[in-house]
């Protein structure tokens, strides 16, 4: 909790000196594997906080990487929803959301994350099956959301490109896994954590409010942005409506006709 504190408290300060607002979403990859680090290394390295660890740790290198890659750690890589935000707030009532909600809340919600790895730590049960399928399940998603990122990847860097020649371009993604799902990478990202809360009930944890907060918080929270960011998505292209209309908002199903 000192250093979850210690994050947030950092994060509301780069925020104020820089006047940029993603300081959180530059830690959001990096806390969680800290945190579920530091619960194995506290439980003594036992093989399922090790096995939580190591899938923590992966999809944390993958997000690192995919956000690196899109600019996010450079000087000015904020992300566009928070200059939309400021635009539609008041300074002071930006700040103190900033204060509140960006620095604070969601520095919080990482912490949540990572608390049923510190549940699993103080049960004794040993490794069973349903560990295998749940990081079956964890791997299968790391796939999907790694997938999902790379053909956004490199739909945008097309469309850059034909803009760039003078050439038209399609406004937005609709293929791939974009075809089943209109933000196939939320749903993988949201499911992950999920497991992340069952491995606790497979060890044997019954702290319900540790085990769920987060992961219910992170779907609410998920729920709120995607609204948000559609709502950009629709303001800038009309014909976004009609991709909403015969496509899944985020569980990967056949598209409507």
Same mark, same amino acid.
């Given at each position: ?19 940029? /607002? ?12 800290? /945190? ?57 009532? &930006? ?132 609204? &948000? ?13 009609? /991709? ?14």
């Amino acid at each position: 909790m000192l250093a979850c504190a210690a994050v947030a408290a950092s994060c509301w300060l780069l925020s104020v000196v820089t006047r940029e /607002y993603s300081w959180v979403d530059r830690v959001w990859s990096i806390a969680p594997v800290a /945190y579920v680090g530091y619960f194995a290394w506290a439980s003594g390295w036992t093989p399922r906080l090790v096995l939580i660890a190591a899938l923590v740790l992966a999809w944390g290198a993958r997000l690192t990487f995919n956000y690196a890659r899109k600019g996010g750690y450079a000087p000015g890589g904020e992300d566009y929803r928070w200059a939309a935000l400021r635009e539609a707030m008041s300074p002071t009532a &930006f700040q103190v959301f900033n204060f509140v909600f960006i620095a604070g809340f969601q520095n919080a919600l990482l912490l949540l994350l990572s608390l049923p790895a510190w549940a699993a730590a103080r049960q004794t049960t040993p490794l069973g099956w349903i560990d295998a399928a749940l990081a079956f399940a964890f791997v299968v998603l790391l796939g999907v959301e790694t997938v999902a990122d790379q053909q956004q990847w490199r739909f945008q860097t097309d469309k850059r490109a034909a803009l760039e020649r003078g050439e038209p371009a399609q406004p937005f993604l609709t293929s791939g896994l974009f075809r089943y799902s209109r933000h196939p990478n939320f749903f993988a990202e949201q499911g992950m954590w999920w497991v992340v809360a069952l491995f606790a009930l497979a060890a044997g944890a019954r702290d319900w409010a540790v085990i769920f907060a987060g992961p219910v918080i992170l779907v609410a929270l998920f729920q709120g942005s995607t609204a &948000f960011t559609e709502a950009l998505s629709l303001r800038k292209y009309p014909s976004y409506a009609d /991709y909403q209309r015969s496509t899944s908002k985020l569980i990967l199903w056949w598209p409507r006709r």
